[in-house]
Nanobody, 117 residues
Framework: QVQLVESGGGLVQPGGSLRLSCAAS????????MGWYRQVPGAQRELVAQ???????DYVESVKGRFTISTDNNKNAVYLAMNNLKPEDTAVYYC???????????WGQGTQVTVSS
């Protein structure tokens, strides 16, 4: 049973930083692609960052240079460090994993990030 539990969201002023964490259980990271998505009301969920096989990373253009995705295989955790946050980064952020063998996927419950002065 795969479970993903996010933490680290909150309210931050523009230009501030947050670090999201996703604790995963029931899986071995080496067999999964991992990522962070975000969603605002009325819009589709958007891929923000992901780590693929060979530790390749990919980011949506709007966060390049500001966000960094990383993993800790010992802790079975994936992180999203967010710097220089902007109001348009406000969204619910979701942890996502996909098993490469069969493309089965799992989602965390989401954590709210609000960037406002």
């Amino acid at each position: 049973q795969v479970q993903l539990v996010e933490s680290g969201g909150g309210l931050v002023q523009p230009g501030g930083s947050l670090r999201l964490s996703c604790a995963a259980s029931g899986l071995f990271f080496r067999y999964y692609d991992m990522g962070w998505y975000r969603q605002v009301p009325g819009a589709q969920r958007e891929l923000v960052a992901q780590i693929l096989s060979g530790d390749r990373t990919d980011y949506v253009e709007s966060v390049k240079g500001r966000f960094t995705i990383s993993t800790d295989n010992n802790k079975n955790a994936v992180y999203l460090a967010m710097n220089n946050l902007k109001p348009e980064d406000t969204a619910v952020y979701y942890c996502h994993v996909k098993r490469r063998l069969d493309n089965l996927e799992w989602w965390g419950q989401g954590t709210q990030v609000t960037v406002s002065s």
